[in-house]
């Protein structure tokens, strides 16, 4: 993360220096909380947050800007917010809060990603539009909270699909699937749903803290187990009804309208996932081959030598290099490899994977 967090600064015209436990011969965190007009606070184990930022509190410069990032922020032991609202801050004038990422450090572009942003203590006013200016001049999603709706909000965001995440892995587990050979003949609504679920285990450190210490587990917890009790005796007594209104129910939380643009949205993944499974070749191009037109050029090939595609996606990597996935109705024609050969010799970069 701390990588983001140094782009994303760095990037704006500031200087960026941190501590770090891997360099013992750095700088220490209280040397860094002298010197930086902004601190930003990121580390595990989350139930450390508070009890760090309070030992940095004697080192923090008068008028400085005290941010941390972490995904809770009232942990159930250890709450963040009263250390942020500690009394030798406010009389030093710094400006506390948070500014949480929502994606992880391995995303190559800012734009479009969510970040959740509050101040609990603001005497000075230049630091809010300097933080939002940085945060929307990279196209990010800003959200303007406070700790508890932050809290309410990473509840159903993280929490929710953290535990379901478990529950399925234990599930999967226990039976004895072959999950490769599920992944290959599941429909693509299953798959998606797969691929979140394994996104969730793959990160099992970051998974146990966030549950461990959000305080929305325990009551999340209590209604799956709710939900799960329902669902096992309308089984157990062929009530098909009964589960029928219950997904009528709970989809009545979310305005119709919202519930056509996520079946328009869902659709389109569902198509491009069945696509691109179904014959679909992938291109990864160096950075300094990525440029505009690129795109373009490679499907102009495909044009040329009369292969029909199907979907095409292209996304931006870390480190600048892009990858396009394209679908193609007819992957085992000969045209393909000669059409791709010559790509790579007019554009370069290397074919990472062909799906047939």
């Not at 965190?29 to 990121?42: G, H, K, R, T």
């Not at 603001?122 to 800003?142: A, F, S, T």
């Not at 198509?271 to 992938?282: Q, S």
Request: charged fraction near 20%.
């Amino acid at each position: 993360m701390a990588k983001a967090i140094t782009e994303l600064f760095e990037g704006a015209g500031c200087r960026v220096i941190g501590s770090d436990l891997k360099n013992p011969s750095g700088l220490t965190s209280q040397e860094v909380a002298q010197q930086a007009d902004v601190l930003f606070v990121s580390i595990l184990p989350i139930s450390r947050v508070a009890t760090v930022i309070l030992d940095l509190v004697p080192y923090v410069r008068r008028g400085a800007l005290l941010l941390h990032g972490t995904s809770v922020q009232n942990p159930v032991l250890h709450p963040i917010s009263p250390v942020l609202l500690d009394d030798r801050l406010v009389q030093n004038g710094v400006t506390t809060g948070f500014c949480h990422l929502k994606f992880g450090p391995s995303v190559g572009s800012f734009r479009g990603q969510a970040v959740i942003f509050g101040l609990l203590n603001e005497p000075e006013k230049e630091w809010r539009p300097w933080l939002l200016n940085i945060l929307k001049g990279r196209q990010m999603r800003v959200l303007l909270s406070d700790p508890t709706s932050h809290d309410l909000l990473t509840t159903s965001t993280q929490v929710v699909p953290m535990i379901s995440s478990l529950v399925n892995g234990h599930v999967w587990r226990s039976g004895s699937f072959n999950l490769g050979q599920v992944l290959d003949v599941a429909g693509p609504p299953a798959v998606l749903q797969m691929l979140g679920v394994l996104r969730n285990l793959s990160q099992p450190r970051v998974l146990a803290e966030i549950l461990v210490n959000h305080p929305g587990t325990a009551g999340v917890i209590k209604k799956e187990i709710e939900a799960l009790q329902m669902i096992r005796e309308a089984c157990r007594n062929g009530d098909v009804a009964f589960i029928s209104q219950l997904a009528e129910e709970e989809l009545r939380g979310l305005p119709e309208s919202r519930q056509a643009t996520v079946r328009a949205v869902t659709d389109w993944h569902i198509r491009t996932e069945g696509d691109l499974r179904g014959g679909a070749i992938c291109f990864q191009f160096q950075s300094a081959e990525n440029r505009i037109g690129l795109l373009s050029d490679v499907l102009l090939v495909f044009d040329q030598h009369q292969l029909q595609k199907t979907s095409c996606m292209a996304q931006e990597i870390p480190g600048g290099d892009c990858i396009f996935y394209i679908g193609l109705k007819d992957i085992e024609s000969p045209q393909v490899e000669i059409a791709s050969q010559e790509i790579l010799e007019k554009y370069g970069g290397k074919i990472v994977a062909v799906s047939r």
